[in-house]
């Protein structure tokens, strides 16, 4: 089990500590920057380490310093367990890249003791209801644990990037949005008003809960108003 050690209580390390400020080391080293397909450097020595440890992630669990095929493999693995992005290619959604979203991610689960002790179940939607008018749509909708939930629409498809997260918690994704709460809960209303008349929108729903994990109904189903 990885544990974050306290440099207080490990006197042998050999560390500088700030005056007056108390240092952690990780089982891991934090990934610095975002990484792509063909850089060797040390930051993709510390993904694959990191990755290593977790066979359904990376079952060859090869450590080189090189980002290739079977790297970018365990990255889409990753973002596909932890509903970070599971299609598209690395230039157009950040699927198999190591974007700002999967940094942070790989960074909050190294700073928490590693793979072990990471909540990586995303909620799960039900009773999920729409209803539409001319000029606005209402869902309703609940999640299975406390979330902060929003729907995203467009007249046109959406697209679904990898980002930095907001304060909700919620990756880059163009369109409009509303907000069901400003507080966690697991029963939610969100209504979009001033629609167009006979227009067809697309939408997503996206939950995310306390620790982060990401769930999505969509990403591009559709209605027409009235």
């Known amino acids: 089990m990885k544990k974050i050690m306290n440099v207080g209580t490990y006197s042998a390390l050999a560390l500088l500590v700030s005056v007056g400020l108390a240092s952690q080391v990780y089982a891991y080293n934090q990934i610095t920057a975002t990484l792509d397909q063909g850089q060797t450097n040390g930051n993709v020595t510390n993904l694959q380490t990191f990755f290593a440890d977790n066979s359904a992630i990376y079952p060859e669990g090869l450590i080189t310093g090189y980002f290739g095929g079977l790297t970018g493999a365990a990255v889409r693995r990753f973002q596909s367990t932890y509903n970070l992005v599971s299609s598209g290619t690395p230039g157009t959604t950040g699927y198999g890249r190591v974007g700002p979203m999967t940094k942070e991610k790989i960074n909050d689960l190294i700073a928490t ?94 939950a995310t809960d306390s620790t982060g994990n990401v769930s999505v109904v969509g990403p591009n189903n559709s209605f027409r108003t009235n």
């Open 113 to 206: 003791g590693g793979w072990t002790t990471a909540d990586i179940s995303g909620p799960a939607f039900y009773n999920v209801v729409k209803n539409q008018s001319s000029n606005s749509a209402t869902f309703t909708f609940n999640t299975s644990e406390n979330t902060i939930a929003r729907v995203v629409y467009n007249t046109s498809p959406l697209m679904f990037n990898e980002g930095d997260m907001n304060s909700n918690g919620f990756g880059a994704i163009g369109g409009s949005s509303v907000n069901s709460f400003s507080n966690m809960g697991t029963a939610h209303t969100v209504t979009i008003p001033n629609l167009l008349a006979n227009t067809v929108y697309y939408y997503t729903i996206i």
